[in-house]
DNA sequence: CAGTTTATGTCAGTGTTGTTGACATTCCAA
DNA sequence: TTGGAATGTCAACAACACTGACATAAACTG
């Protein structure tokens, strides 16, 4: 195993930053930011009795309205079965609504409801401040470093995805 | 519910990253580069039907050697009947070894087996190898950015946690 | 020394979230 | 029209988190 130095051939350039401790300085970076990235909604969520699923799909459904059961279940890397018990307490608690396609009657298209949207307002504000603040403490540079390297760090299918999300937004 | 831009009031300065849009695509981008983050462990894993809580279990055995269980049990933040049953079975499979203290004979001191580090060792290099592959991508500049954001991300005692362990390491 | 706190482990029960398997419905094409 | 593909639902099960209660041993405190 090689430590201390990547194995990728060290150039004139200063590759100091691929080292195997600065990777494992990255990894758990990753590792304890993440958890400061869902506690607030996870805090939301559990007096609700649901849990990061739930979020997940509301969160989706609320970014597209009308997507299909399938396509969520691309975005979120699933198996339908899981994705439908999420769906099913949601519906039954009245936050999405689910209607049968006109073209395809196969297809459910999925909406928030009034309550719905107001349970994703609450969790993206909680989050977006999180995410505000750190954002604000980093400065625009570092963020757009930041994104650089999430991209980066995703398989060709959720890159994809994540592109196919930003058309839309933007 | 402010759309679009921030509360935070606008100075003269660009702060064009803080738009709520802004805002969504990081929290989107870090849902799915978490997932590339972890997929690759994840299969090896799942090969000797072991979990994430394995991994983090033996990712910071091996990074503090003759760490004691409550100390563990503050950086990975889960509980300790948690954290006991994937001891349990990773001692049991004989890639962890817990020796009682010398000083305090209440304490147990966690090592990894060579079993242990050599399982250690493969998933790190399959998380590294991607962590290398997206830092030389995104450029040294970009993952300072990078690490500058996930820190700003955390809370206070996880970047208590994450600092004493880059001492150590470092 | 007696009583309390600390560190660890265990048992039982529960909930969320993932999985696979089986099945119904709908669409489409041979 | 019949068979296959696509879409979605129901049931059962496993992993892993949680709480609560309890046991043990060692350390600390007055």
Same mark, same amino acid.
């Not at 990547?6 to 990777?23: A, P």
């Not at 958890?35 to 459904?61: C, K, M, N, V, W």
């Given at each position: ?5 990547? !194995? ?22 990753? &590792?304890?930011?993440? $958890? !400061? &990235?869902?506690? =607030? ?9 649901? +849990? *990061?699923?739930?979020? $997940?799909?509301?969160? &989706? ?15 979120? +890397? ?6 439908? $018990? ?6 039954? @608690?009245?936050?999405?609504?689910? /209607?049968?396609?006109?073209? =395809? /009657? $196969? ?6 409801? @009034? ?9 993206? @504000?909680?989050? *977006?401040? *999180?995410?505000?603040?750190?954002? #604000? ?17 995703? @398989?060709?299918?959720? *890159?994809?995805?994540?592109? #196919? ?6």
């Amino acid at each position: 195993m090689p430590e201390g130095r990547t !194995g990728q051939g060290y150039s004139g350039e200063s590759l100091l930053f691929l080292t195997d401790e600065q990777l494992r300085q990255g990894i758990e970076a990753m &590792f304890f930011a993440y $958890r !400061g &990235f869902t506690a =607030d909604p996870d805090r939301i969520l559990a007096e609700l009795s649901y +849990g *990061r699923a739930h979020h $997940r799909a509301i969160h &989706f459904i609320n970014r597209s309205p009308g997507t299909t059961v399938n396509n969520l279940l691309s975005i979120l +890397g699933v198996t339908k079965q899981s994705l439908n $018990r999420v769906l099913r307490t949601l519906i039954g @608690d009245g936050l999405v609504e689910s /209607k049968v396609g006109e073209l =395809d /009657k $196969r297809e459910r298209h999925l909406y928030l409801t @009034d309550q719905g949207a107001a349970l994703e307002a609450t969790l993206s @504000d909680a989050q *977006r401040a *999180r995410m505000r603040a750190a954002y #604000k403490d980093a400065g625009p540079e570092a963020v757009q470093g930041f994104k650089k390297v999430l991209e980066a760090m995703m @398989d060709a299918d959720m *890159r994809r995805a994540y592109a #196919k999300l930003r058309e839309t937004g933007a």
